[in-house]
């Protein structure tokens, strides 16, 4: 499932969580041991639990984040250890089986939205020390979050029971002997907390993730998640181990590639955090991944464009005035809005800090989602060593100064053209999609005329069953 343009969550946030940790580690409630504590406040940072169950202002794990899915947006739920709004009341047979198998205390059951699917690896070791981390280490908030409200019939939380037969695996992690202990740690890692698959694999009719097309990118919301096999050209096979773990860490691998949407909020509260040697071992496992290659691309998608700037054919034009009614150009928009950041010629700052728009992933991509994104709602991601900033300039549709659908449309058109993969094209359909926070999926629709079939289809028969029952009557 995906999420709705996440809001990043404040660094505030995790000073909060860590100093409530530390004050309950002096403490050792209850006999529990600190270690256990400390253990699972590491695997809660690397399974990313903050930047969906922290809501942007709110308290730490209170839930309340709109998270959007093709069948409509999901509430994250209260994780703290509050009796009345959050799971103080859990025992950890009830934690085991709402992380692992996702189902809940009183029997009812998850969205896969939160990524049981991939949690559903953890060691029983792991969920112990996750357990008296969410019970002892977390601040009690008792605020009950919105409530999610999806369409009928994806309301019938029950409707999961069917879908977890058909594709939760009961299967645990079972470490691979012919494999280094490095690529078992981080093929435990990759595919149990920090759940890779949930957003960079591609997901079939029911959302279902497809296996066999595993890390070969898929839809996150408004973002797309890009294909991270071994593939040269549509994943990242080009990619060294260093070149790897220093994305991981710092989400920034100029002239390549820079994080943002989702897997920037994974490098601010996860990945930065994680050990050397975990991150190295992601590193490991994942450049192992067996390639998935697209045949629509003839090059990496890092390697597309060139410097260029139409400046000079601007040059002594008539000024751009509000009163015509007229558009401008992509270039002027351009020219106008990213020239100062990204330079004239889009090869950004000489420091770095302001990306190359050529050479880049986002740019070089044939699917638009990233760049439109970006358009409209920016990036602001954190790490220990500085912010990596851009303002969004659609993301407020009623503000004035935002660019407009079909400005959107121009200035993404003209940096694909200018410095990207000149084959992408971006429409008003597409600017929209993003807008609303991603794909829709008609699964909704659909399960309504099921049920709507299924519904006359009954009517019609105890019709046909009264009749015959009058008719009877009569003969006798």
Not at 143 to 171: D, E, H, K, Q, Y
Not at 172 to 196: E, I, K, M, T
């Amino acid at each position: 499932m995906t999420r709705l343009a996440r809001p990043f969550v404040v660094a505030v946030v995790l000073l909060l969580a860590v100093g409530t940790m530390s004050a309950c580690l002096a403490a050792e409630p209850n006999g529990v041991d600190p270690d256990s504590i400390k253990r699972g406040a590491y695997l809660a940072t690397a399974s990313d639990c903050a930047a969906c169950h922290t809501a942007p202002g709110g308290l730490a794990f209170a839930g309340g984040l709109p998270i959007a899915s093709p069948v409509g947006t999901i509430f994250s739920t209260n994780i703290t250890p509050s009796a009345s709004a959050g799971i103080g009341n859990y025992s950890e047979v009830d934690f085991a089986r709402a992380v692992r198998r996702g189902v809940r205390k009183d029997g009812g059951n998850l969205y896969p939205a939160m990524p049981y699917t991939s949690y559903r690896l953890l060691t029983d070791a792991d969920i112990h020390d996750l357990y008296n981390y969410f019970r002892h280490g977390v601040a009690a908030v008792d605020l009950v979050p919105r409530r999610t409200a999806l369409p009928f019939p994806m309301n019938i939380r029950a409707s999961m029971i069917g879908w977890n037969l058909l594709f939760l695996s009961s299967a645990s992690f079972v470490a691979d002997p012919h494999q280094s202990a490095d690529w078992n740690r981080g093929a435990y890692l990759a595919n149990g907390p920090a759940h890779c698959s949930t957003c960079h694999t591609p997901r079939g009719f029911l959302m279902q993730e497809l296996s066999g097309s595993n890390l070969a990118g898929g839809q996150v919301g408004p973002w797309f998640a890009p294909n991270i096999t071994s593939d040269a050209s549509s994943g990242i096979g080009s990619w060294t181990q260093q070149e790897l773990v220093q994305y991981l860490r710092t989400g920034s691998l100029p002239p390549k590639a820079r994080a943002a949407g989702s897997m920037g909020e994974a490098v601010e509260h996860s990945f930065q955090y994680l050990t050397s040697a975990d991150v190295a071992a992601i590193a490991t496992y994942i450049r192992a991944i067996p390639a998935v290659h697209d045949g629509s691309d003839s090059q990496s998608r890092f390697g597309y464009g060139t410097a260029g700037s139409m400046l000079g054919t601007l040059r002594g034009a008539n000024g751009i005035r509000s009163d015509t009614g007229t558009s401008p150009t992509g270039a002027e928009l351009f020219l106008s809005n990213c020239a100062s950041c990204h330079a004239s010629r889009g090869q950004g700052s000489k420091d770095d800090y302001y990306p190359s728009l050529f050479h880049n992933s986002v740019t070089g991509a044939a699917n638009s989602s990233n760049l439109i994104a970006t358009i409209l709602y920016g990036v602001d991601r954190k790490i220990s060593s500085g912010q990596a900033y851009m303002p969004g300039f659609g993301g407020h549709k009623t503000d004035p100064s935002q660019f407009n659908d079909n400005e959107i449309v121009l200035l993404a058109n003209y940096v694909f053209q200018q410095y990207g993969r000149a084959g992408t094209t971006v429409s008003r359909g597409d600017v929209a999609v993003v807008r609303q926070g991603g794909p829709s999926s008609s699964l909704v629709l659909l399960a309504q005329i099921g049920v709507a079939a299924a519904a006359c289809v009954l009517l019609l028969l105890v019709l046909f069953l009264i009749f015959r029952a009058a008719r009877r009557r009569r003969t006798a």
